[in-house]
């Protein structure tokens, strides 16, 4: 890997900053030591390196070797996308994928194993359907699974067969969880390489640093092996699961940092509070506007939160709560503030996406972070109004009214449920409309930020929410050399998807170089 950190003398970094200036940046080691005016004017601009503050790392790596079956035109056609895939699988996987839709074949009907089994005789495929409710899985699959022609139909569930009465391969509904209970969980080896796979993608996209929502002792001591090792490249700051054993295992070992530049950081808490919006499952302080009787699910009952919240302030550790609706993001807060939170413990809302106005004032007072992301608005807006009415929308993604309140903002994106691209992030921030600009002018275009807003949730916001900023997330001297170098200015939204990332560094080390990553392909 190249790196610009050794002890040799070599020549400053020359960039234009996000707000123009020319500037020439020198580091030693890991660290800046210089930033100085320059005269040259190169097209390049060089931001803070930036930080997805919600990421799960390790879900986007196994997610990169599913299929993607989207777009094909027959079943032969998905089979030689599954062909392709079959050399990058670990040894013993399933191959697994999704995005088969058989209303683009030429007959319209349901594929059959047939077509996998002519390309994976031996390994067990399972692919879904574009929209997740169906299967369909070659004979190994149903072998291992054992769905034989004896198999009933599950309640809520379809097992499609041929005049015979055998199985096709198809499976509907609840039947594919006849497959989901088959297909073994990830080993350490697949998780291992699902780290690197997503690292690999994530710094080509300009991030230096990710925040991993949510990981088990066992992906801990994998994630403490690759620092240890030298093998891991972006910083990950991560966040223990909060299931019982999990809890009683972080709380023995106590806050770590692992790796020589301290890469991997675990000192946090993943809680959830409540479901998500578009399944109805966010937690409403008054029922939803397209099902009066449901006000949504709690997962976590409040009084354990306040527990979690007092042992993890007693013992170092940061609790960052999911929470959607408006009534999950109230008594989070109420939660919070009874075991003793203070600003200086940097508390996090995860997403608090569905905010009653009133109680944003109640973050800044507790110095609770909100760790939103904006992409979510843009995917959701097309039917957040159905669910939600016209007036909750005053608190819905309501991303400047929180910096207007003060409080402190951070970005990321929640890959792989969006894209971990943050060009995206920092376009939907800014425009609220989708890629075509869509709707115009934006959807609640008064919660749209500028380019140095959103810019700074994504750096500064995000290092604030991993007790960071004293190190990282600016361009001044003193601070770890992390930095994402653009190909061209950040002046409008249009430009900053456009941009390519000409080079991302972590520590002083290049982790991405766009002329060699080029070559290489
Ligand atoms: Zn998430």
């Known amino acids: 890997m190249p790196s610009l950190q050794s002890d040799a003398p070599r020549p400053p970094l020359v960039a234009r900053t996000a707000q123009g200036d020319v500037v020439a940046i020198s580091l030693a080691g890991s660290r800046i030591v210089r930033v100085e005016p320059a005269r040259s004017a190169p097209s390049s601009v060089v931001v803070p390196g930036l930080t997805d503050a919600h990421g799960h790392v390790v879900g986007l790596g196994l997610s990169l070797v599913k299929v993607d079956l989207r777009g094909c035109r027959s079943p032969a056609d998905c089979a030689a996308r599954v062909q392709a895939a079959l050399p990058k699988l670990a040894p013993g996987a399933w191959l697994q994928g999704r995005g088969w839709d058989q209303n683009l074949y030429p007959d319209q009907q349901f594929p059959t194993r047939a077509a996998l089994d002519a390309v994976a005789p031996d390994t067990p495929v399972f692919v879904r359907r574009v929209d997740g409710h169906a299967g369909w899985a070659n004979s190994e699959a149903l072998r291992r699974a054992r769905v034989t022609r004896e198999t009933p139909d599950p309640p809520g569930g379809r097992i499609l067969r041929d005049a015979s009465g055998e199985p096709t391969g198809v499976l509907v509904d609840r039947a594919e969880d006849l497959m989901e209970k088959a297909i073994p969980p ?201 669910r939600l009415g016209r007036q909750r929308l005053a608190g819905a993604y309501a991303w400047h009214r929180f910096l207007d309140a003060h409080v402190h903002l951070a970005f990321g994106s929640d890959f792989p449920v969006e894209l971990s691209d943050p060009r995206l992030g920092l376009f939907a921030a800014v425009t609220r409309t989708d890629l075509d600009g869509r709707p115009p002018g934006g959807w609640l275009p008064d919660q749209r930020l500028t380019v140095e807003e959103a810019l700074h949730a994504f750096t500064v916001g995000a290092t604030y929410a991993a007790f960071e900023e004293e190190w990282r997330g600016e361009l001044r001297p003193g601070q770890t050399a992390d930095f994402t170098v653009f190909d061209g200015p950040l002046d409008t939204p249009e430009h900053i998807v456009q941009r390519k990332i000409l080079m991302t560094v972590v520590a002083g080390r290049v982790v991405y170089d766009a002329s060699t990553a080029e070559q290489a392909r």
Do not use: C
């Open 186 to 386: 990830p080993s350490e080896v697949e998780i291992e390489q699902a780290i690197l796979r997503a690292q690999d993608l994530l710094v080509s996209q300009g991030l230096t640093s990710v925040h991993e929502m949510g990981i088990s002792p066992l992906v801990a001591d994998i994630y403490l092996r690759l620092a240890r090792s030298g093998r891991l490249k972006i910083r990950v700051y991560a966040h223990w699961t909060s299931d019982p054993a999990t809890l009683e295992e972080a709380f023995r070992r106590g806050p770590l940092r692992a790796g020589a530049d301290e890469l991997f950081t675990l000192r946090s808490i993943k809680v959830y509070a409540d479901g998500a919006l578009g399944s109805r499952g966010a937690h409403l302080k008054a029922p939803y506007s397209d099902d009066p009787h449901n006000t949504g699910i709690v997962v976590t009952p409040m009084q354990e939160v306040e527990a979690i919240s007092r042992r993890a302030l007693a013992a170092g550790f940061q609790v960052s709560t999911h929470a959607i609706g408006d009534a999950a993001n109230h008594d989070v807060l109420e939660a919070y503030a009874r075991a003793g939170v203070t600003p200086a413990a940097r508390f996090r809302i995860e997403h608090a996406q569905i905010v009653d106005v009133a109680d944003i004032p109640r973050f800044a007072q507790l110095g609770v972070i909100a760790s939103m992301q904006p992409t979510h608005a843009t995917s959701d807006m097309p039917w957040a109004e159905k």
